[in-house]
């Protein structure tokens, strides 16, 4: 009888240590994929859309004159932008290079905000979809393949 306890407790205790064992297996095979999950996505670089500045703030007599002037006429378009650079010598040669792989006219532009020379196509597409649209046809080249779609207000 005593043997048969001592079996009993022997086997529980082995069980506990098998199901210890094999949540402590799960739990380092799960942090051992997000982990390499993680250096995935941190080798791969996104460009995230670049939103519009906020306007600039302005005196009451300012807005009023603007109210007058434009009745509030204000919309929003998008640009698709194909390269960012820091000397405009090198965003000239971007678009020399590359200006007969793309049907639309490229345009160099100095932005202060990221302080940077930007390539931007010159078309203006009225709907994010639009943009979107020709930005995934873009991709397809591999000097496009980091291009971006950039909201304007006008």
């Given at each position: 009888m005593k043997n048969k306890r001592y079996h009993l407790?022997?086997?529980?205790?082995?069980?506990?240590?098998?199901?210890?064992?094999?949540?402590t297996q799960k739990t380092t095979e799960s942090t051992n994929t997000q982990t390499s999950q993680n250096n995935k996505k941190d080798s791969?670089?996104?460009?995230?859309?670049i939103k519009t500045p906020p306007p600039a703030k302005t005196t009451e007599k300012?807005?009023?004159?603007q109210n007058d002037e434009s009745q509030n006429i204000s919309y929003t378009y998008y640009v698709i932008q194909v390269g960012a650079f820091s000397t405009k010598d090198r965003a000239?040669?971007?678009?020399?290079?590359?200006?007969?792989?793309?049907?639309?006219?490229?345009?160099?532009?100095?932005?202060?905000d990221i302080n940077l020379y930007v390539v931007q196509l010159a078309t203006h597409y009225p709907s994010?979809?639009?943009?979107?649209?020709?930005?995934?046809?873009?991709?397809?080249?591999?000097?496009?393949?980091?291009?971006?779609?950039?909201?304007?207000?006008?």
């Amino acid at each position: 009888m005593k043997n048969k306890r001592y079996h009993l407790i022997l086997a529980g205790l082995l069980s506990f240590l098998l199901a210890a064992c094999s949540a402590t297996q799960k739990t380092t095979e799960s942090t051992n994929t997000q982990t390499s999950q993680n250096n995935k996505k941190d080798s791969v670089y996104v460009f995230d859309e670049i939103k519009t500045p906020p306007p600039a703030k302005t005196t009451e007599k300012q807005n009023t004159q603007q109210n007058d002037e434009s009745q509030n006429i204000s919309y929003t378009y998008y640009v698709i932008q194909v390269g960012a650079f820091s000397t405009k010598d090198r965003a000239d040669e971007f678009v020399a290079n590359n200006q007969n792989k793309v049907q639309d006219e490229m345009k160099v532009s100095f932005n202060p905000d990221i302080n940077l020379y930007v390539v931007q196509l010159a078309t203006h597409y009225p709907s994010h979809d639009e943009a979107e649209s020709m930005r995934n046809q873009l991709w397809k080249v591999n000097e496009f393949k980091d291009a971006w779609i950039v909201a304007k207000q006008k």
